[in-house]
């Protein structure tokens, strides 16, 4: 499975906030040189974040992103859903009816593939579900937050 790289990005994104000294808000820029990206892109990322409310802006000198949402309460789905990354309509371009005479036969094949991925999908938000940002981390480490990224680039 290959997943988007805005997916790492925000899940890294969302980490580095949560370990940000005293909770303390980080720019854009500081966020994009660390981990090595754009930050034109990293931008549309954080948007989408914000958008979702796992992340807030502010907009001033001293501003920056920060976590909307304590760490134990935002999940890999939370993140993948935010990113629109989501596949909940499995769509058929029902190709099938161009080849086969049998149409019964093709909407009955359709329908068990359908089923068949949108389990597998539901399967897969599930698991998303049970990962939370504070697993990834130390609770120590979050709790106040042990690094100010904004010494990291300077």
Known sequence: MKLNK???QATYVV???ALQEG???VKSHVL???LQVSDSYLKKVLMKLSKAGLIASQASKTGGYQLAKPVDEITLKD???ALELQADVVDFKHIAHQIYDDELHVR???EKVKMTLETGLSAFYDQLETLS???LLRQEAYEKGAIDWNQKVK
């Open 6 to 8: 805005s997916f790492e």
């Open 23 to 25: 909770h303390q808000p």
């Open 108 to 110: 009955q094949v359709e």
């Open 133 to 135: 940002i504070s697993d």
């Open 15 to 17: 980490t580095m906030l």
């Open 32 to 34: 994009s040189q660390i």
């Open 79 to 81: 993140i993948f859903f």
